[in-house]
Each structure stands twice: as C-alpha cells, then as structure tokens.
C-alpha cells in the first residue's frame, strides 16, 4: 500500500553570489493517513525549505530534486497550475505569521469562504454556513460577529486559528504546520494546539506539524523526525526518541533543555558550539565539531540513517554507544 | 540577607494621544500598576509574564531608562527614581542591563574589543587587559577581539552583550529575555554562563522572561505578572509546588514538558479569551475575565472580584499572591 505523502531524497539548493547552499541535503520520509508527524531542528536545519518544497513554493531560483509523492502521484515538476488543485484541497499549509498569511483588506469571513469556494462548487450560502462551522470548530467565539472583522481587529492567536480554519475549509487529507505557535505566549499557545487538535479531529487529516518546541511535538506528535544542517539525523516514534535518542545531537537537545519539570538550579547539558554555516560544512558528518564521541571516521564519512530499532533510524557511526546514555555522563 | 533593591508601588502609565495635529491625550496604557518587591543580594528574581504584561517596562523603570508615573526604588540607601541623569550616571556603574536581541543590541561597526571597552571609555576606566579578561570570563576566544558582531553566532553575540554589561563590575544585573532569541542548544551554555557568573562575582539578577521553564532553572524567587500587577510572588519552588493564583495554574500548565508519557497525561487549563486592553482594565481583579476560577463562583462571590482589587497578599498558601479565592494547587 502506497502511504499518502512520501519524500524520497529530497534536496534543495539555493544559488547566491557566495556559492550554492545547499539547503536540505537528501531528506526521506513517509506520512501515513491520519498520522501526526513532528519535524524539529534550529533555525537553518532546513526544516521549513523541506515543506516548502512538497508544496511548491520556494522562489524559482530554488533547485528542488528528488521525489514527493502523494497518494502515489509525483508532486516534483509539476506546473504551478497543477499544484494549485492539491494546495489547499490535498494538502493545506499553516504558517508562523498569522499576519502574513492573511489579507488585511478582507474580512476573514470573506477570506474564509474564499477558502471554501476555491475548491467546492457550491453556494455563498452554503460556503458561509461551512465559513461559520470552521470558526466554531478552532473555537472562536460569537463566530457571526466574528466573520466581519478585519485581521488587524484581532489578536495573535485569534488569527492564527482563523488560518486554521480556512487550512482546515476543504477537509485536506494532510495539514503542514510550519512553527504555528512559536510567535505567540504560552497560554495562547495552549489554545491554538487546542484548535488544531480540533481541526485534525473533524477532518481526520494528517498532520506534519514543524517546531524548535520538543514539548510540542511530545505532546501532539506520534513520529518525530529530528533535522540537522539539512538532514534527517534521527526518526522514530516520539517515545523511542525522547526516551532512547540514538544520535548525539538528539542526546544532547534534550540535555540542554531547561524543562519545567526538573529540579530548581538543576545545571543543563550545553552542546558545545554553534550549527555549522551551510555554506561551509564540514567533511564528514556536520555534527562532528560539536560532538563529544567524534572519531576519525566521522570526518570520513557521513553516516547514513542506521536501522536502530523497529522504525527507529539514527545517523551515527556510533549509535550504540548512546544505548542507554544520559547526556550528563555523554556532553560533560 | 540585605536588600539591593527596594521597589515600592512603582506605576507607569504611557499617554495615548488622539490623531491629527493637535494630539489630546485621550487615555494612558495603564502598563505597570503599583508593583513592589525586594531584592537581595547574590539572589535572582525571575520576572515572568506574557506579551503586554509590564515585565520588561518595570526592568526599564528600575534602571531609570524611562521616567515612572510614580513610585520608589530604592538603592544605596537612595531613590533612584528622583535622581537627575548626572546624579544617576556613576550609579550606572552598578546597575546594568543585558537585551533580548543580541542583533540589534550591538553596533554592527564597532568590534568586539571596543564593544566591550564602550562602558569602560565612558567611566574612564580603559585598561586592553580588561577588556581580554572580560571576554574570557564570558567564554569567549580574546583572539577574536577584532571580530565584528555579524562574524558570531547569536550565543556569542549574547556573550558579547553580557560582557559589555559586566565591564564594570555591577552589582544588579537585569536580564531581559536574555536567551529567548537563541536556539536550543544554545540557551543552555549561557543560562549555565550566567548561574557561574552570579556566583563568582556574587550579582543580583532581575530575570525577566516569559518562559518558565528558564525561569525554573535560574531563579530563586518568581514575580507572576498579568496586567501590570504582580498575581503572586513566590520561591520558586513554592510557586510550582503551591501556586495560587489560577493564573499561575494556567500559565504552568500550558508550558509543554519534553516527555511525550508526562505530557499527554497534563491537565491543562484554557484560557477564555484574550488579554484585555491595557487602557481600559478590568475593575477589581484584572483576571476576573478570563479566570477559570470566576466561572465557578456565585454571583455573589464575584461581587468581590468585580468591585475590589485583591491586594497581594499571603491567604494561607505561604506566600502572597492576589486573588481573593486562592487555593494553593500543586502544578507538577
């Protein structure tokens, strides 16, 4: 059986006047039907580049190559006319700027019902009454009088589950969440996850939700893919990450966490160093300058994602001697 | 312990004038709203809130960066709120402050070594040696002293900030958001860099931050802000094990814990709605509109919450905070 979305070798190149940068460097991974997967990294570990370029949407000087399939069908190549029946249909995308993905001189009611009828031959009416049903299921209330507010009449988080409800408007097949609450506080944050929680229930899409947050991803994640300087270092189910993390870099984020649930003044793991520049990577793995178990080898050789456990994968060469390792005895 | 800092019922409220060329002033942002607290030597305080709450407006009143509305802080044995910007300078000496944004924060044409030796030049104390010292204590390479600002990654350029803020020798620092704008892996080794720092040159930290969890790793006591109003002020343990105030509650469980088992198993409480506008705050309890607690109540106990204010008091949880219900629950 063919998954719904799959990525195969995915890479991205960027030309600029200081030579080619690479991007994203070889990235795979399969979504399956109604399944929540999580994708983290820092900033510039391509994590965004990679949704944007399933859905198309990297500027033309962008060089996308590899395979994105959905539902068997290669997305890769085709015209942006083509796209346009996936993109909101097939696959619906949330940002992080609320304000940016939304016009300022509409209504988000209009904007809304825009969404329905982009796809959906049907009624103003009818898309109205869908337009109201969207609002109520990311929870905003007195929808009616909402409709005829202008974005700048509401607040961060109401905004962006307005986004969720037009990403939400055509019951997609697959939501990509690209840092949808990272410009906003924590108890709003609460709420939008709540909305996109809703969201996923009533459309029964799959989710590909894109975050720095490892909190998020434990709490709403079933598979999690950990991004770095453009590479997939690590995928698993969150436990078998979280709990078992067979790649240094992973090791060693979850060390330097400061978590809520800790002791008071318990000191943190640092990783030494800062991610490497894409324009300037380093021979071999691109972890290796910050990585406490670094060997000959791994300025030889970039290690390939090694089967570690069932639907577990993790780029080291020395993967096992992370079996159970804490961060403290690996970093320090 | 001795007191550093002594902050008496400090209020700012900032005029909002009318369009057009004659501007009335039509209202005040009522920002920060008669916030006291002490603090002590060699002790942190962690001052955390979210967007709009008046944190990072009470660290600038506390340095005198803005003139108050009214109020007193008292330093030395001195009012530093009625001290003229002559009599305020060599006090500057001990009272400095590091940015959130370590981008914007720096002159992009000035290096490294004069960044640092700015302060310095300024009270005439330049000495190279300093200046070499100071980078090594922050963990930077003092080779790189004729570095700019652009050729360091966002951690180091923080260190830059938190050299230039130690260059002479102050007695309080105020960190506002210090580490927000880093990555992950980054945050750790200056959160770690300022816990060393606090004990080996013994400073008082005001730490403001809108994430709790830093907070949990570096303070000993924590200001809850909502509104501009200190909701409860706390040791740290305290305030997770015994938090009273529902807005504490609700603000520690939205904050995500990095294990997918604890996560998925929280409690988390929503909040109704959004922040209200600053100019116009509630009567009584400023929380009382989107308060968990208030729904609950009768009518005749919200009589309470709509007409008086809840002074910051301690009601039995074993330490203040400023609702007339409280209840001490255990967060964690």
Same mark, same amino acid.
């Given at each position: ?12 190149? +960027? ?57 068997? !069908? ?9 796209? !346009? ?6 696959? *619906? ?9 939304? %016009? ?10 825009? *969404? ?27 929808? *009616?009088?909402?409709?005829? %507010? ?19 408007? %055509? ?5 990509? *969440? ?63 990450? +979280? ?12 060390? !330097? ?48 994602? +090694? ?16 079996? %159970? ?8 | ?16 004038? $009318? ?16 916030? $006291? ?41 001195? @009012? ?20 959130? &944004? ?93 816990? &060393? ?39 740290? @343990? ?35 709605? @959004?922040?209200?506008?600053?100019? @116009? ?52």
């Amino acid at each position: 059986m063919t998954s719904l979305l799959e990525v195969e070798n995915l890479r991205v190149d +960027f030309p600029t006047e200081d030579g080619v940068i690479t991007a994203v460097r070889g990235v795979s991974y399969t979504l399956e039907r109604g399944e929540a997967l999580g994708i983290v990294g820092e900033s510039g570990s391509g994590k965004s580049v990679t949704s944007l370029a399933i859905l198309g949407l990297l500027p033309r000087t962008a060089r996308v190559s590899g395979s994105v399939r959905f539902e068997g !069908s290669e997305l890769l190549g085709r015209s942006d006319n083509e796209l !346009s029946s996936y993109r909101g249909r097939h696959i *619906a995308m949330i940002f992080q700027d609320p304000l940016a993905s939304l %016009n300022p001189v509409y209504t988000i009611g209009d904007q809304i019902i825009e *969404a329905v009828l982009a796809h959906r031959d049907v009624g103003k009416d009818a898309a109205r009454r869908r337009a109201l049903e969207l609002l109520d299921i990311v929870g905003i209330p007195h929808a *009616a009088q909402r409709m005829h %507010n202008y974005p700048h009449e509401m607040s961060g988080g109401m905004k962006q589950r307005v986004v969720i409800a037009i990403a939400m408007a %055509n019951d997609p097949d697959v939501i990509i *969440a690209d840092e949808p609450t990272t410009a906003l506080d924590v108890t709003v944050q609460a709420q939008v996850l709540e909305a996109l929680e809703a969201a996923r229930e009533a459309t029964g899409a799959a989710l590909v939700l894109i975050t720095h947050d490892l909190g998020v991803i434990a709490g709403h994640a079933d598979r999690l893919c950990v991004m770095y300087a453009g590479r997939l270092v690590e995928q698993g189910t969150v436990e078998e990450v +979280f709990y078992t993390p067979r790649m240094p870099y992973t090791l060693g984020l979850l060390g !330097s966490l400061p978590r809520i649930d800790a002791r008071t003044h318990e000191r943190l793991t640092p990783i030494v160093g800062a991610p490497p520049s894409l324009l300037d990577l380093p021979s071999g793995c691109p972890f290796r300058p910050r990585c406490p178990l670094a060997q000959p080898i791994c300025a030889a050789e970039e290690p390939a994602l +090694f089967g570690v456990g069932k639907g577990h994968s993790a780029a080291c060469h020395f993967h096992e001697k992370l079996i %159970n390792a804490a961060a403290r005895e690996i970093f320090q | 312990m001795t007191t550093v800092l002594e902050v008496r019922g400090l209020v700012k409220h900032f005029p909002v004038r $009318s369009r057009g060329v004659i501007k009335r002033r039509v209202g005040d942002v009522h920002a920060v709203c008669g916030v $006291s607290f002490d603090l002590a030597e060699q002790e942190t305080l962690g001052l955390v809130g979210e967007s709009g709450c008046g944190k990072t407006t009470t660290a600038r009143l506390l340095l005198n960066l803005i003139p108050a509305t009214a109020g007193s802080v008292h330093y030395g044995g001195r @009012d530093l709120l009625k001290l003229s910007r002559s009599q305020m300078r060599p006090l500057r000496r001990d009272l400095q402050i590091v940015f959130q &944004d370590p981008f914007a924060s720096l002159d992009p044409r000035m290096t490294v070594a004069e960044l640092i030796a700015e302060p310095l030049r300024i009270h005439s104390l330049f000495e190279t040696k300093k200046v070499r010292e100071l980078m090594r204590q922050v963990g930077l390479n003092p080779e790189h002293a004729n570095r700019f600002p652009h050729e360091f990654s966002g951690g180091q350029r923080q260190r830059i900030g938190i050299a230039r803020a130690l260059a002479l020798r102050p007695k309080v620092l105020l960190l506002d958001e210090p580490v927000s704008a880093l990555d992950v892996s980054i945050r750790a080794g200056v959160i770690n860099l300022l816990a &060393d720092l606090q004990e080996s040159l013994g400073l008082s930290y005001i730490f403001v931050s809108h994430d709790l969890s830093v907070i949990r790793h570096v303070a000993d006591r924590v200001a809850v802000m909502y509104l501009g109003k200190i909701v409860e002020l706390a040791p740290t @343990d305290a305030l997770f094990n015994r938090a009273a105030h529902p807005y504490t509650q609700a603000l520690i469980s939205a904050i995500p814990v990095p294990d997918p088992h604890k996560e998925r198993e929280r409690r988390r409480i929503i909040l109704a709605g @959004d922040v209200p506008s600053p100019v @116009d705050p509630p009567s009584g309890c400023r929380f009382r509109t989107r308060c968990p607690k208030f729904a609950t109540l009768t009518a005749q106990e919200k009589q309470r919450c709509v007409n008086d204010v809840p002074a910051l008091q301690d009601r039995g949880q074993g330490h203040p905070s400023a609702c007339h219900y409280a209840e001490a629950v255990r967060m964690l």
